[in-house]
């Protein structure tokens, strides 16, 4: 039986295996299918468990750093838009 761990810093189940069910392109994106410990099939992105190709940055970055800067920059456009500060066009 093959397992998928999590492996995402931030994520509740962070180093917890599941049964694996299989990797699907979904929502934009690779996901990893699995069942949790109460039998329900669940996914998350591919890039947050062990079925992931390891991310060059973080293997680079040797733990030195805790962010990508991608995804600062994400958070920042996110944090822009619920501040009211994002373009709303006509609003």
């Known amino acids: 039986m093959r397992t998928v761990r999590v492996t ?9 295996e599941f049964v694996f069910v299989a ?5 934009g994106e690779d996901r990893v299918f699995f069942f949790d410990v109460d039998g329900v099939q669940r996914s998350l992105p591919s890039g947050w468990t062990d079925a992931a190709t390891p ?4 293997v680079a970055a ?3 750093s805790l962010f990508r800067v ?3 920059l994400v958070l920042a456009e ?3 838009g ?3 500060g994002g373009d709303h066009g006509d609003v």
């Open 82 to 84: 619920l501040a009211g």
């Open 55 to 58: 991310d060059v940055f973080v």
């Open 78 to 80: 996110l944090l822009e």
């Open 8 to 16: 995402h810093p931030f994520h509740p189940w962070l180093g917890r």
């Open 62 to 64: 040797g733990g030195r």
């Open 23 to 27: 990797v699907r392109r979904t929502w």
């Open 70 to 72: 991608e995804d600062l």
